[in-house]
């Protein structure tokens, strides 16, 4: 799919189109944002602590960070990527133009790419450091990503009704959910579908121990500065329904053979397999996907 993309832009900060000149400049609030080969930085002016976090994060990690090897970033993310070749790719069928937000190391991007090289994918994040370890990861699986945008899900630079799919994996709880689903609505077209694989579900109870210095995202957010949001199904749906989405399925992915990076979660999700899908809904924290179309009588493209 041929498209310049620079015509469907606006500006992170003040939803102003953006104009083509030598660079890209926002004439409202007088912003110009450089442009790079398959490259664009726009980010809102004003960045948190949160985000800068991220940032260090994809710097510096030694694992999946920008000096380490693509392999590297690739096999941290395999019970991942098995889940989504195994469960979720048979059941796709992509085309037009495809979002991925919160992409990390953009191997999703880069599968999809790979699976359906006639859509038009843009690949995004917060931080512009784990652009660079997508491309580097897209280079090496030699999927050619159309574009790789620094932004934020909150403040997402594109015009209305501009994307086909727009997909997530273990995104939106890093978010500020109403903000980003929001978001989300605007720039999909009528009949568009969100996928996120990843999320968490949480009764509220167990989401105070679950983020606290003895649950694994809460330790995670007290050591790297990130955030680790924990919502309930109800929430979840909640989140979607207000945003305007006409149909919002969230599915257990509770499956212990893709859960093997840690040996707890492996445990956890080796017990709750064997328990009826109700009470895991109503009493325990599970992954779940989250399946939501814009508009009642959208197209198909997952059979649940």
């Known amino acids: 799919m041929n498209m310049n993309i620079y015509e469907h832009l606006i500006c992170p900060d003040c939803q102003t189109k953006l104009q083509m000149h030598e660079h890209l400049i926002c004439e409202s609030c007088g912003r110009t944002f450089s442009r790079g080969d398959h490259f664009l930085n726009l980010l809102p002016a004003s960045l948190s602590r949160v985000d800068l976090a991220e940032e260090c994060f994809w710097a510096t990690d030694s694992r999946e960070g920008v000096k380490a090897h693509p392999l590297l970033g690739l096999l ?3 019970d991942f990527m ?3 070749h195994e469960q979720i790719l048979p059941k796709l069928r992509l085309q037009g133009k495809i979002l991925e937000i919160g992409s990390g190391s953009c191997w999703l991007s880069s599968i999809i790419k790979l699976i359906f090289p006639e859509t038009y994918v843009i690949t995004t994040d917060v931080a512009p450091s784990a652009l660079i370890k997508g491309a580097q990861i897209s280079k090496f699986l030699n999927a050619r990503i159309d574009y790789f945008i620094a932004c934020k899900v909150e403040h997402l630079p594109f015009e209305n009704n501009f994307f086909d ?5 273990s995104i939106l709880h890093h978010t500020c959910p109403p903000e980003a689903i929001h978001q989300i609505f605007r720039v999909l077209k009528n009949h568009g579908t969100y996928i996120g694989i990843g999320e968490l579900a949480i009764p509220r109870t167990l989401s105070l121990l679950w983020g606290s210095r003895f649950g694994l995202p809460g330790r995670r957010e007290k050591e790297l500065g990130v955030k680790e949001g924990n919502y309930s199904f109800n929430q979840w749906k909640k989140f979607f329904d207000e945003a305007g989405f006409d149909e919002v399925k969230c599915n257990l992915e509770k499956d212990p053979q893709y ?3 840690h040996w707890f979660i492996s445990f956890y999700y080796k017990v709750i397999s064997h328990l009826p899908e109700l009470l ?3 009493c325990l ?3 779940i996907m989250i399946i939501a179309k814009k508009r009642e009588h959208a197209t198909d493209v997952m059979v649940i």
Not at 165 to 169: E, F, K, T, V
């Open 285 to 287: 924290a599970s992954s």
């Open 280 to 282: 895991v809904r109503r």
């Open 259 to 261: 859960k093997h990076y």
């Open 76 to 78: 941290v993310k395999s």
């Open 82 to 84: 098995l889940y989504f």
């Open 165 to 169: 799919y727009i997909i997530g994996s």
